[in-house]
């Protein structure tokens, strides 16, 4: 049986380069594709995004649709698929993905499937779209069940996580040991153009991959789909089985640089040093990034000595707000204190620091907005890299998604241009990242020199770099309609 899974094209906001349209590797497709492999199956990915990551074409007047034509997909679509997946996860690219559903049922008579984080709370539009079957949250065993009950091996009535017609089959069962998984299917990517573009979700050195060390996340975040998805499991790999892959990767590709994906990977710090014990050990010449975020409370002084010693060059955190009457609204834990002392310590020993903020979360007033700005500046002083400032869109499944008034899923992005307040946010956001760049410049002058630096020679240490990189890029080069 031959399957053919799809990773949709990029789709961006016109002109905004800092709530929409950040490329990165796929990261769910090539685990499915690793273990339908591992199973039997004859796999396939068609990356969509990475198989031409510079053509641009305009898509619904405001944004930019990035990677292969609607034909191009369709044209490498094997006559004799027996299936196809597409994996969608974020709402940006779900109009997108119903028009490629459409045509994909026009032209071929074969089921089709989606998953991913953004499938698993809409299942209703994708169904009501024609698709056949969605996976929910976690996918590798539902979706082999899934094919096996197509080969008449298995009734998909008994299946768990899995959506078809007006059946749905909550998911109830997670891989506990993720040690049984194969490595991801990287091989299916075109990794080549991706290092090419010299930039992604983390700061790029040299050729890079994702890695999964965890999945699932503890905490209840409001703001945040993970606990919806996930429902707050919090499941893990072995050191030597995550190093394994790092060396595995290392010695097939030349990979050098690990950009880290999980939504909470040092949950338990002994197993984060365990991990960076393991890298020392064996003597990698590696580097690795926290670009997806981390808890900073779950680290100290010692944990961040580890990570540091075995190749950790970057990590993101995010306190979302400075004022502690916010972060009740939010659901969220964070220290202030222990951040500013965790980040005076990353500092000193050369690991570039991002911190995170949301602007406008509902029953935000300006004195909180004021707060915020002031931790800015307290972080600011203590050393951190770079800051990133989001403009509130509750991600679908999210418990604040109900308190905004969602017109299409494409606007489900850090720049709502649909909120009445957004006008006023942006001007604060441009403020915010004045006021810190300035603070910056103050304290810390030659890592202001440093990143023009960088940008210059395209050895980004920080995602600010990056993104400013790639401003220039897609402003000059790809902001074009395509014929």
Known sequence: ????????????????????????????????????RENGYDVSIIDAFGEKPQQTR????????????????????????????????????FSYSIQ?????????????????????????????????YVVLSEGEYTLLYLIESLQGKRNVESIDGIVYGNTVNPKTKFIENLDILPFPAIDLLPLENYWKL????????????????????PYNCNFCAAPSI???????????????????????????????????????????????????????????????????????????????????????????????NV????????????????????????????????????????????KTKEYIGRLAKAGVDEIGLFIMTPLLGAEAYDDFPIQEYEELNFSPQWRGDYKKLSNIRVKFYAYFIFIKLIYYPRKMFKSIYNIITRKFEIKMEMTFYRMIRWTIFDEKRDM
């Open 1 to 36: 049986m031959k399957i053919t899974l799809i990773n949709p094209p990029l789709v961006a906001l016109r002109g905004d380069f800092l709530g929409s349209g950040i490329p990165s590797l796929p990261v769910g497709t090539p685990y499915l594709a690793a273990f339908l």
């Open 58 to 93: 305009h898509y619904k007047d405001k944004y930019l649709l990035k990677g292969l034509s609607l034909v191009e997909i369709l044209g490498k679509i094997k006559i004799d698929t027996d299936l196809i997946g597409i994996s969608i996860h974020s709402g940006e690219t």
């Open 100 to 132: 490629l559903i459409k045509e994909i049922k026009k032209k071929f008579n074969i089921p089709i499937v989606v998953g991913g984080a953004f499938p698993t709370v809409a299942y209703k539009e994708f169904i009501s779209a024609g698709v056949d």
């Open 198 to 217: 010299g930039y992604a979700h983390g700061p790029v050195s040299g050729k890079y991959t994702f890695l999964i060390t965890s999945r699932g996340c």
């Open 230 to 324: 996930w429902q707050k499991k919090w499941r893990t790999r072995s050191p030597k089985n995550v190093i394994d892959e790092m060396e595995y990767h290392f010695k097939k590709y030349g990979i050098t640089d690990f950009h880290i994906q999980d939504d909470n990977m040092t949950f338990q710090k002994e197993r984060v040093i365990k991990i960076c014990n393991e890298i020392l050990k064996r003597n990698l010449k590696i580097t690795w990034k926290l670009a997806a975020g981390m808890k900073i409370e779950t680290v100290d002084e010692k944990t961040l000595i580890w990570m540091k010693e075995s190749g950790c060059n970057y990590i993101s955190i995010s306190p979302e707000t400075g004022s502690k």
């Open 327 to 370: 972060l009740k609204l939010m659901n969220k834990p964070f220290n202030y204190n222990y951040a500013l002392r965790m980040v005076r310590k990353t500092n000193d020993l050369g690991i570039k620091v991002q911190a995170c903020f949301v602007l406008g979360f509902p029953g935000e007033n300006d004195d909180d907005l004021n």
